[in-house]
Nanobody, 117 residues
């Protein structure tokens, strides 16, 4: 079992920055990848970014956030971050941390990000 706690959401103005954190605990060794998804009102949950927990640390970004968002990991503390820069109103939504293991897909409780002036 893996437990995820995602934090760092809030209200930010367009063009501003925000940093989300996701702390994982439990069966950490079973995790292959971690990432962030978001869900805007009335829309399906979508992938924002993911990072491999294997040695290569390869990353994937949604086209809509490339060049603005950066996903990174702190392996020593089992934490993944999402650095959000140059945010836009369309980045508004609930952001969920995700961890994929050989056994299951795990989710954090979600953190609200609102981009508005």
């Amino acid at each position: 079992q893996v437990h995820l706690v995602d934090t760092g959401g809030g209200l930010v103005q367009p063009g501003g920055s925000l940093r989300l954190s996701c702390a994982a605990s439990g069966s950490i060794s079973s995790i292959n990848a971690m990432g962030w998804f978001r869900q805007a009102p009335g829309r399906a949950r979508e992938l924002v970014a993911s990072i491999s927990i294997t040695r290569d640390g390869s990353v994937i970004y949604a086209d809509s956030v490339k060049g603005r968002f950066t996903i990174s990991r702190d392996s020593a503390n089992n934490t993944v971050f999402l650095e959000m820069n140059s945010v836009k109103p369309e980045d508004t939504g609930v952001y969920y941390c995700n961890a994929v293991s050989v056994f299951a897909n795990y989710w954090g409780q979600g953190t609200q990000v609102t981009v508005s002036s």
